[in-house]
């Protein structure tokens, strides 16, 4: 089985930064995909970042510029740089490894920016 495991969320004052990681192990981790998602209180699941096995990247509009994706497929573990946090990037964070027609959640880890 394949549980990815979400790491390093936490309390962050707005303007600071946190690294995110999920780690995946029981799978061939350089052929999937890698998305990180994130859900508010009383808001629906966004997608704010993906990563392919082929290392193309996309971003959710309101992260670019802010947010890096990226991956080690040796520590079968994907990351999310997140800068210039503001409050409004509070939700909690989940990634989903994916190959098709196979994905699989995390439990999510719990990010907070206090303004």
């Known amino acids: 089985q394949v549980h990815p495991v979400e790491s390093w969320g936490g309390l962050v004052q707005a303007g600071g930064s946190l690294r995110l990681s999920c780690v995946a192990s029981g799978i061939i981790f350089v052929i999937v995909y890698v998305d990180w998602y994130r859900q508010a209180p009383e808001k629906q699941r966004e997608l704010v970042a993906t990563?392919?096995?082929?290392?193309?990247?996309t971003y959710a509009d309101s992260v670019k510029g802010r947010f890096t994706i990226s991956r080690d497929n040796a520590k079968n573990t994907v990351f999310l740089q997140m800068n210039s946090l503001k409050a409004e990037d509070t939700a909690v964070y989940y990634c989903?490894?994916?190959?098709?027609?196979?994905?699989?959640w995390g439990q999510g880890t719990q990010v907070t920016v206090s303004s």
């Open positions: 989903n490894v994916r190959k098709w027609p196979l994905n699989y």
């Open positions: 990563i392919t096995s082929g290392g193309t990247i």
